[in-house]
């Protein structure tokens, strides 16, 4: 296998589009301008920023963050059609994805057509997005579950028609990354000239892994969108896709990870949708440590039980009091909360620490933390 971590992978951040997308949310014009910031102040290297065949409302936005003079490419998605092309045009904008159905199941079931017109389809409106100088990404909605020589025929097509890379979209989540490994080296095989961007989503809770799987497979372009908004199940996460990238398989890809928690919170609260405690990558509590050999290891040096550290993406360390706590995490956490207490107090305080933990079925806060102390020092006093 090729050395991964020389491998140039770039991040087309598509949260404005089809994070969007996602049943029930709604971006205004200033958040929209707000997350194409932050993206773009963490290096993200392109941002897929909406729809302008949707109308004026989507257009003006679209054109407001054209104006912001971004370092991020902006590109927008249109059907194969020539007036969704010009639409993007009139925004300003330089790169369009240009999507056409590729399956048997959606070219006959959903657009009644044939694969020759798909054929000609995207020979017209990519002819007509490279005389207007456009940089262009043809995507393959369904290709997953597309014929493959029909895919690598498109390919062809769309490479000696001037298109800048091919978007290999799992439309419906429902890869395996080992197929989806086998699938893009095919395709990176049989059409070397062209670009591949994987477009992934987590109906099975694979997006991540099949984001991976197909730069593995020799994709150069992954999708992906911030806390894995999306439709369904969502896409791809930022986050994951990036430290994923980075911890696993030793590519950098040049974004400034220490932002990830800040545009993640940026974006659950523009979106509505509060990110879990527990989101991998982002949630607050995922550098939490509470059982007593954990603590132990992570005080005693944190790489023992941190893949990376909390700082590498923005976020802190927690020890937390609870009913799996031992000495060394009791210390820690009255130290958290100024009070200084021996090894031998902290194993006094063990017993009560657990019960208490039972009672609230959670871990106990400085208050709680406070009063067994006081009964501790009280008890002690009347000895
Ligand atoms: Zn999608």
């Known amino acids: 296998m090729s050395d991964l971590s020389k491998t140039a992978v770039f991040i087309g951040d598509t949260t404005l589009r089809d994070g969007e997308q996602t049943a ?12 194409a910031r932050h993206l773009d102040a963490m290096g993200v ?27 991020a490419r902006l590109i927008t998605w249109n059907r194969a059609l020539i007036p969704d092309i010009e639409a993007s045009i009139s925004c300003g904008i330089t790169a369009v994805d240009i999507s056409l159905s590729v399956s048997d199941i959606m070219i006959e079931n959903k657009i009644n ?6 054929r000609e389809q995207l020979k017209r409106a990519l002819g007509f997005a490279k005389e207007h100088g456009l940089y262009v990404c043809v995507g393959g909605e369904d290709a997953s579950r597309a014929d493959s020589e029909f895919l690598i025929d498109l390919m062809r097509i769309a490479r000696e028609n001037g298109a800048d890379r091919f978007r290999f979209c799992d439309t ?5 990354p080992f197929t989806m490994f086998e699938k893009v080296g095919a395709l990176t095989a049989a059409v070397p000239e062209l670009d591949i961007e994987v477009h992934t989503h987590n109906d099975l809770g694979l997006a991540t892994a099949n984001a ?7 994709a150069r372009y992954i999708s992906t969108t911030v806390n894995g908004l999306g439709e369904r199940a969502g896409n791809a996460a930022l986050e994951e896709v990036v430290m ?10 040049g974004i400034d990870t220490r932002r990830l928690a800040a545009v993640s919170r940026l974006v659950g609260q523009a979106s509505n949708r509060t990110v879990p405690a527990w989101k991998a990558v982002v949630g607050e509590k995922v550098f939490s440590h509470e059982s007593g050999l954990h603590t132990d290891g992570v005080l005693k040096n944190p790489s023992n039980y941190e893949g990376f550290p909390p700082e590498e993406v ?23 909360i100024g009070i200084p207490v021996s090894r031998e107090e902290a ?27 006081q009964r501790m020092t009280l008890s002690l006093a009347a000895a």
């Open 347 to 373: 194993q006094q305080l063990i017993s009560k620490v657990r019960s208490t933990a039972q009672r609230l079925k959670g871990p106990l806060g400085p208050k709680e933390l406070m009063s067994l102390h």
């Open 314 to 336: 923005g976020l802190t360390r927690h020890i937390v009091a609870g009913k799996h706590s031992g000495t060394n995490g009791i210390v820690e956490s009255y130290r958290q």
């Open 45 to 71: 290297h392109e941002l897929e920023c909406g729809i302008p065949a949707m109308g004026r409302e989507e257009r003006s936005s679209i054109r407001a963050l054209v104006d912001l003079g971004l370092s």
């Open 244 to 253: 994923a990238l980075k911890v696993a398989c030793g590519i950098d890809v």
């Open 172 to 176: 419906l989540g429902i890869l395996d």
């Open 113 to 118: 057509k044939s694969r020759d017109w798909v």
């Open 24 to 35: 029930g949310v709604v971006f205004s014009a200033k958040e929209k301008i707000s997350i």
């Open 212 to 218: 991976l799987a197909g730069v593995k497979g020799g």
